[in-house]
């Protein structure tokens, strides 16, 4: 009998690159009920995979593809157009670009609908997966009023309505924050049980997936694969191979790498596997953890009581801040807690309802809107919106032009901006056709030709491999180290831990709580669960360390 | 309310069938004792708020009178130059103001129609109705659906642009000249992250089982009951009783190429 999936000797091309291999060669098998992590580096063709295994390629495909799928042992292309949607459902990345209708029980309908499913039965199957997802108080409710979470839980409903026997799910949870990721986790872990069907899984964040597949397919950048296994003997065997690529591990096992060596025979996944691990406490040798703390000296930017309202919500409620020179800030909250338009006002792209705003004691409203910019950098979420020019030389160099520079100057200053954000061979780009990771760092470029002061980002990690990442997160500390102030808003603790100076929690609108990484830590675990907030893994341990210490210490 | 609940379809069409009737008749007694009928049906048979209504009805009413105005000024030299109606102290030929007034009532009794079409119809019912009882094809009605979707979204996204290019310091517009060279500046990254979307929404729909075949079954299916004849009955009565009371007082005229 043949496995459910059967994917043999698959290549693919596009036609505006007939050249480059997106897939090749790829062969692999998956059996009716198990479960998979397909890793790779951004632009190493997984969701190009996901297309092929659910009949959209070679339909849809501009280029070209050799080599056999097979599902449930008939080929792809052999099923009729919109029948494998029983078979196979994918749920994607962005949760708010995959719904054609405007509530949440239409569209779980319109996939039955488009089955010709019964119409007798589609209400008691509705009621049925929303209920499994958790979502149905809230049948009638519109689309649009509901949380990214919330979406993405939907948008699961929706391909479960289907009763397909793989379920793929390409980044479900990159644009949610680390609460409702567990939350999305954990509704998948019990569809599966419930269900018994397949799983795929591709992610940057392994954490909290590796108990529902333990199997792994790795990619390289050529679309090859290049280990099938277990993520545990993937670890033991290929990390090296796994570092090149900048496919991303789980956080504990990480940072366990990096701290204890050794650990490498059997690397635990899960803070859980950690902590049954006796031996390896004391194989750990703990480092402490690095304290740069930067002394308060001159206030760079205080907000006073802003608020700000919108179609008669409150975003912000009565903010006040001061932020200091040479301070390395995060702003952490819930998606929609109004931490991008906080860091908005101190920009001044956003005026505040109420309050006053002073760059260097200045109000902001009394600045000239270039005087402002000179001081002020800010990288929005999604970089392309940024880009204004049709190289990337020009693009940096925009900032200086409008100053009237010198040729001569502004060729010399953009060279090395180039240098420093690591784009040098790129200069005659389009910045349209640079990677996600290069995208991003361009638009740090742009925002520090000036030399400006203070440099405010949104998630700018979100979305990118290890590599990037590291590399982004490299050109940032060199900036902090040359004396420039910044504000980061992020879901990602670990970068807080690792690099913040100070953190800024927000709340529906209000600071909850304004002090060190490591006060934070330490506040009531409920309050940072409320504000969606999760405890960094060094610190977990520290915490479970110290815990078991006292245990042995009380009971001895 | 008993508008709400009408077939979305047959709604259009009774209406659609309305418009053209007043079309062929002009004079000013038919559209305005329709206007009034019209009006009174909306907020009698639908849950209307009134505000918003005539919020919506004042750019109707300035383009009428604007019709009125200009047909009276620049009307054609009257047959009865003798026949004069005063209003306000002005003296007016007769039959250039029964004309302009016939114009501009006609306007307010369409804008009426369709205001009652709008204000009591959900755009999705009637989307869902036109595939189920128009044969509208699946695809190019889905296809809207997802537009409309789309909208807001694109909105938000512009707003985020200008935000975006103003940080990086380009300069305020002012003459028409920098604006339309803003729009074009604007337009790239709207329409790389527009047609992204699209195509995400697109391979969202395919992955479901979208195939735009018409042999889909239907969720909430719409179905044409006695109220909709009900409703055709009402508004033909309406109109025959305006056409009636027009022939009784002796302005009833057919269409005959005016203005």
Not at chain 1, 473 to 488: D, F
């Amino acid at each position: 009998m043949k496995a459910f999936v059967e994917v043999d000797h698959l290549s693919l091309q596009f036609d505006n690159q007939p050249e480059k291999n997106i897939l090749s060669d790829v062969s692999f098998q998956l059996d009716q009920g198990e479960s998979l992590l397909l890793l790779g580096p951004s632009g190493s063709g997984k969701s190009t995979l996901t297309f092929c295994l659910n009949g959209i390629y070679p339909k849809e495909l501009d280029g070209n593809l050799q080599g056999d799928v097979w599902i449930n042992g008939k080929q792809t292309a052999d099923y009729l157009p919109g029948q494998l949607s029983q078979q196979v459902g994918v749920v994607f990345q962005d949760p708010e670009t995959q719904f054609c209708m405007l509530t949440v029980e239409d569209e779980v309908a319109f996939g039955l609908e488009n089955i010709s499913f019964p119409p007798s039965l589609m209400e008691s199957r509705i009621n049925q997966v929303l209920e499994m997802v958790h979502m149905l108080p809230l049948k009638k409710e519109k689309i649009h009023s509901l949380s990214g979470g919330q979406k993405q839980k939907l948008a699961l409903a929706c391909v479960l309505a289907l009763e397909p026997a793989l379920l793929i799910l390409d980044e479900p949870t990159a644009n949610l924050d680390p609460v409702a990721t567990k939350d999305l986790i954990q509704t998948i872990h019990n569809v599966k049980q419930k269900n018994n069907c397949s799983v795929i899984i591709i992610e940057h964040q392994l954490d909290g997936w590796t108990a529902i597949a333990e199997r792994c397919l790795l990619l390289n950048r050529n679309g090859q694969i290049f280990y099938d296994g277990t993520l545990r003997n993937a670890i033991k065997d290929q990390i090296h191979q796994l570092d090149s690529e900048g496919i991303w591990l789980p956080k504990i096992t990480q940072y366990l790498l990096q701290h204890a060596p050794k650990v490498i025979q059997n690397p635990p996944l899960t803070i859980e596997e950690f902590s049954n691990q006796e031996f390896l406490w004391s194989q750990t040798e703990w480092k402490d953890m690095k304290q740069v703390r930067s002394l308060r000296s001159n206030v760079l930017l205080d907000a006073s009581d802003i608020s700000l309202s919108k179609n008669n919500k409150k975003i912000i409620k009565a903010i006040s801040l001061t932020a200091y020179e040479g301070e390395f800030i995060a702003i952490v909250g819930a998606n929609g807690s109004g931490k991008t338009s906080l860091s908005r006002l101190m920009t001044g792209i956003q005026k505040p309802s109420s309050g006053t705003i002073l760059v260097k004691g200045k109000p902001i409203k009394n600045w000239r809107e270039s005087d402002l910019r000179k001081e002020i950098g800010y990288v929005f979420q999604n970089p392309e919106h940024q880009f204004i020019t049709n190289s990337v030389f020009d693009e940096v160099a925009f900032g200086l032009r409008i100053q009237n520079k010198t040729e001569e100057e502004i060729k010399k200053n953009v060279h090395s901006i180039l240098n420093i954000c690591g784009i040098p061979e790129y200069a005659n780009e389009h910045p349209y056709t640079l990677s996600q990771g290069q995208k991003r760092r361009l638009s740090v470029a742009t925002m520090i030709i000036n030399n400006q002061q203070l440099l405010i980002l949104d998630e700018p990690t979100f979305g990118q491999d290890a590599h990037s990442n590291l590399e982004l997160m490299k050109l940032l500390q060199e900036r902090y180290a040359k004396g420039t102030t910044i504000i980061m808003i992020t879901h990602d603790m670990e970068l807080v831990n690792n690099y913040a100076t100070r953190v800024i929690a927000v709340d529906k609108g209000e600071i909850a709580a304004d002090c060190t990484p490591e006060e934070l830590w330490n506040k009531a675990p409920e309050e940072l669960n409320q504000w969606q907030l999760e405890i960094p893994i060094p610190v977990q341990l520290k915490k479970r360390w110290e815990k078991g210490q006292n245990y042995v210490s009380t009971s001895s | 309310m008993f508008l709400h609940h009408l077939n979305p379809s047959i709604k259009a069409l009774t209406i659609g069938l309305i418009v053209i009737l007043l079309a062929l008749i002009f004079d000013p007694v038919t559209p305005f004792i329709l206007l009034l009928f019209t009006i009174s049906l909306t907020f009698i048979g639908g849950r209307v708020d009134v505000k918003k209504y005539l919020l919506y009805f004042i750019p109707f009413s300035i383009l009428a009178f604007g019709m009125l105005w200009t047909t009276i000024v620049f009307a054609d030299t009257p047959k009865n130059p003798e026949d004069i109606i005063s209003v306000l102290g002005m003296e007016y030929p007769r039959e250039s103001l029964l004309t302009a007034i016939a114009l501009s009532l006609r306007v307010l009794s369409v804008a009426s129609l369709s205001l009652l079409f709008i204000f009591t119809t959900n755009i999705v019912d009637f989307i869902l109705s036109l595939i189920q009882q128009l044969k509208l094809p699946p695809k190019i009605a889905y296809g809207v659906l997802a537009g409309y979707r789309f909208l807001p979204m694109m909105k938000d996204e512009l707003a985020v642009i200008h935000a975006a290019h103003r940080i990086r310091g380009v300069n305020q517009v002012l003459t028409l000249k920098e604006r339309l060279k803003q729009y074009k500046r604007y337009s790239i990254p709207l329409l790389a992250s527009a047609i992204r979307k699209a195509e995400r929404t697109a391979i969202a729909m395919e992955s479901k089982g979208f195939t735009g075949d018409k042999s889909r079954t239907f969720y909430r299916r719409f179905t044409i009951t006695s109220k909709d004849w009900l409703f055709i009955i009402i508004m033909l009565a309406a109109f025959t009783t305006a056409v009636y009371t027009s022939i009784k007082l002796g302005y009833f005229n057919w269409y005959n190429g005016e203005i």
